[in-house]
């Protein structure tokens, strides 16, 4: 089998501290991603890190290669209110968002087994057609679609996210010579039988990152994860968020996201307007 990748040397710096806003939000523009080191602080990743597990893993009975991922998380756990709270994550939001006023768009929470699938290669974008579900109103717009929190870090061996720089841009190609399979799994070189591993094409980025960063990466960056080879179940967190107002065309919130509407504290209640929940 391939060695797994190691962290690449890359010609431009894509690892920013929290107060580099215009140097994350350009990176992001550039070269469809930007790593933001050391956002929040331990106390934060615990209680992620417990939140993911009681929602999606409460017995603790998740099967051998199995993954289960939680859609409208900041319906079911209270902890994602943290990030709500802080500033710096809130500044870089309002920055790669290109809005002063937010509403939470879309979380989720992702949890995945040792010998998890690979995620294929995939863009979250739905754009350009109208949308027929609540999920491809979400993810219609420009605003980034991954604000992630790796909660073991990320690297290859860890069921890591990888991302195709500058695949966010329009007109953006898979190199040429390679092929990739229907099931966007292997690529093909030209002239070649023997399948290469989906992230042995030119342009893919593994992303190194610690638990405490954030992992920005535009609306149409095409991405993709490795299989968790351990040591622990690999947990993830995701919140992303849109300029205040509706989603692209009208849609009646969920009952549960009424509920959150009715419930959350002050300092939530201004990233709930027009907050819609997520119903598929
Ligand atoms: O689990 C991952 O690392 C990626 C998940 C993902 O891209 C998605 O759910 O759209
Ligand atoms: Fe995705």
Redesign the pocket.
């Known amino acids: 089998m391939n060695p797994l990748p190691s962290k690449p040397e890359l010609p431009y710096r894509y690892e920013f501290q929290p107060n580099e806003l215009d140097e994350i939000e350009a990176c992001n523009e550039a070269h469809g991603f930007a790593l933001v080191k050391g956002l929040i602080d331990d106390v934060t990743v615990n209680a992620l890190r417990t939140a993911v597990k009681e929602v999606l893993n409460p017995k603790n009975d998740l099967e051998p290669r199995a993954s289960r ?1 939680g859609h409208a998380f900041v319906e079911n756990s209270d902890a994602l209110f943290l990030l709500l709270q802080n500033e710096e994550f809130l500044a870089i939001s309002r920055k790669v968002t290109h809005s002063e006023d937010l509403t939470i768009n879309r979380s ?1 929470a ?1 949890v ?1 087994n040792l010998g998890s699938a690979i ?1 294929s290669w ?1 863009s ?1 974008w739905s754009g350009g057609k109208q949308p027929e579900r609540l999920g491809q109103a979400l993810n219609h717009g420009e605003w980034p679609s991954g604000l992630w929190f790796y909660l073991n870090g990320s690297c290859p061996k860890r ?3 990888c991302i195709m720089e500058d695949s966010h841009k329009l007109g953006w190609t898979w190199p040429k010579g390679y092929t990739l399979n229907a099931g966007g799994t292997t690529f093909t070189r030209e002239g070649e039988e023997e399948p290469v591993a989906f992230h042995e094409v030119p342009g893919c980025i593994p992303l190194f990152t610690e638990p405490n960063d954030l992992i920005v990466f535009a609306a149409r960056t095409y ?1 993709a ?1 490795f299989t968790n080879q351990g040591p622990d179940i690999r947990l ?1 967190v995701g919140l992303n968020f849109r300029p205040r107002g509706p989603v692209c065309i009208e849609w009646e919130p969920t009952p549960d996201a009424v509920a959150l509407i009715g419930r959350a504290p002050d300092h939530v209640q201004p990233f709930l307007h027009h907050y819609t929940g997520f119903s598929g």
């Open positions: 991922t989720a992702i995945r995620v995939h979250d069921g890591g996210l991405h994860a993830s």
